[in-house]
């Protein structure tokens, strides 16, 4: 994949895609500076999840964040028009990937659990799948910007946890996606 990409003026080569989520698509890109992840907002429809103004929400879904404490990318940059993210590159493995070959570290639980309690206190939920969440040098990493209000439904203990281990759903999900 050879393709450059403009960032309020700013080049950035695109070198793979690292996911694709509700809102956009994410990019392994080459800035002047080093390795960065260029988010591209899509409006691809969304069954399960209402959307609005995406720029807008990633922006305060991230301030919030940051003022609870979550350990997160830096946001480095926003181009509204052209709905870019440029956001700082957290190297490794997904927790998914880790859990998939079994082998989560278990201080990541014991991280994913604190990160669970400062949201409950706030008031919010976060997206708990382990797509979004790397582990690097000892610190457990949420890599999206995806807040919503707090749900007893929603939150790591009811929902998210189901994923962090080789449960029935998390081998139904693998089954689905080989």
Known sequence: MEKTVSV???EYRLLRLLGKGKGGYSYLAQSENGPVVVKQIHHEPCSYYQFG?????????YRRLCTVGIAMPRMLE???QAERIVKEYIEGETVYELVARNALPPVCLEQVREMSALLRCAGLNIDWFPTNFIPRQGRLYYVDYECNEYSEEWNFENWGVRYWSRTLEFLAYEKGRL
């Open 8 to 10: 309020n003026g700013r």
């Open 53 to 61: 103004d995406k720029i807008a929400a990633e922006i305060n879904d």
């Open 78 to 80: 926003v181009d509204r």
